[in-house]
């Protein structure tokens, strides 16, 4: 018997206990109780099922309405990106262009803000926050941003502020009587640090306002760029710091993650000239240096379960789910790397992004069902789940703790 278990079974009541012992000498009921098996994760605990950018799914991503959904299906976590605005307000959008989630195009107020410039290297012409106040930007209607997904909410809910999901959260928390957690993510550091609006200041001093500055504290903070962790270290932020980890694309050829910019490496390293790629993080060298600053990784899927597709004699990718198009839903699910492992050995917890319901977004090998997927990655012992659809994150769940016997 595991010490878990011991422990479990510890916390029966004697009487229980002795009915128990009793049931197994004498060969057992009809339906005994299963045993309980541990948890795989880090801390020895069930997976968060962290709602990414809200209830997104279902929602217009970053709003209010999106958090609080999240929140009523269940969430451990709400999730958001932060970028600045012209009058230094962190607001939750995950791009600094508002025209990929505002109906900003459609304001003709603001059609001389339209502009062309770079993100991280990347040309993008639209309207970018740093150029709109507050006020301003209160005054746009947020979209949903996957044309697959309910289109009927699309300008009804506002751009929020980190303030303001703060304030939802520890309001739901006490109404619920359980501890919701943020999760933001400082977004393009390097780039809002150019435009003279930096985002750490503003976020350890929203943390430290809200009580939080501890490591015990319902507060994930999250980035793709090791410099803007390690800053908000250096000035005193003591909540939880979790490294990010990017890739381009798959080759479903080959199995393999590809490397492309701006996702090749973190920003702060391409202009520090560090040649480096995302991959460097995932080594043990790689993991043991995030340890020096952070508690936890964020990988993409993919570096935990590879995907990869069929070849035909001819070395061509083939239709295997016979939809006349070859993707990503022809592709299947690889035996499992070592990640969560070799992270867990580093003292790392792993949150793995980003899951999702759609079909075309599922290896073949699930059968349309993203419940097995939940399932392949919670019996790896992944300790967090990044999800646009927190309710069926928690539906595999709930099926993994009664595979478990909880
Ligand atoms: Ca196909």
């Not at 697959?148 to 009587?177: A, C, H, P, Y």
């Not at 979790?242 to 993650?257: E, M, P």
Request: aromatic residues 10%.
């Amino acid at each position: 018997m595991t010490f878990f278990a011991q422990t479990n079974y510890l916390k029966l009541s004697v009487t229980a206990s002795a009915m128990l012992l009793a049931l197994s000498a004498c060969g057992g009921g009809d339906d005994p109780l299963p045993a309980v098996q541990p948890f795989k994760t880090l801390a020895n605990v069930q997976p968060l099922v962290i709602a990414h950018r809200g209830a997104s799914g279902a929602l217009p991503e970053e709003t209010l309405e999106a958090y609080a959904r999240a929140i009523d299906l269940g969430a451990d976590v709400v999730e958001p990106d932060l970028v600045s605005t012209k009058d230094g307000v962190l607001i939750a959008r995950h791009d600094p262009n508002l025209d990929f989630s505002t109906d900003v195009a459609k304001r003709p107020e603001f059609a001389s803000r339209k502009k062309t410039t770079t993100v991280d290297g990347e040309t993008q012409t639209g309207w970018f926050a740093s150029d709109f106040t507050l006020a301003e930007i209160k005054t746009l209607g947020a979209l949903i941003t996957d044309s697959e997904r309910d289109q009927s909410n699309n300008g009804k809910f506002k751009v929020i502020t980190f303030q303001e999901l703060i304030d939802l959260v520890k309001t739901r928390s006490t109404q619920l009587g359980r501890t919701i957690a943020v999760y933001p993510e400082t977004k393009n550091p390097s780039y809002h640090r150019a435009l003279g609006l930096p985002l750490e200041d503003k976020l350890i001093a929203a943390i430290t306002a809200a009580g939080w500055n501890n490591k015990t504290s319902p507060v994930y903070v999250q980035s793709f760029e090791p410099g803007s962790l390690k800053e908000m270290k250096t000035k005193g932020l003591q909540a939880k710091l979790i490294q990010l980890i990017d890739a381009d694309d798959y080759d479903l050829k080959t199995g393999k993650l590809t490397y492309a910019a701006p996702y090749d490496r973190p920003y702060d390293w391409t202009l520090s000239g560090d040649t480096r790629l995302f991959s460097a993080m995932v080594t043990p060298a790689g993991l043991a240096e995030i340890k020096t600053y952070a508690d936890g990784i964020g990988p993409w899927k993919p570096y935990i379960v590879p995907v990869k597709g069929a070849l035909d004699a001819a070395g061509n990718l083939r239709d295997v789910n016979g939809d006349g198009k070859v993707n990503y839903n022809d592709a299947s699910s690889q035996p499992p790397t070592t990640l969560i492992a070799d992270a867990h050995k580093a003292g790392l917890f792993v949150h793995a992004y980003t899951f999702r319901n759609e079909q075309r977004r599922l290896a073949f090998d699930y059968n349309k069902d993203p419940k097995a997927e939940y399932l392949q990655f919670y019996r790896l012992g992944l300790d967090g789940v990044f999800s646009d659809f927190p309710d069926t994150a928690l539906e595999a769940r709930a099926s993994y703790l009664r595979e478990l016997g909880r």
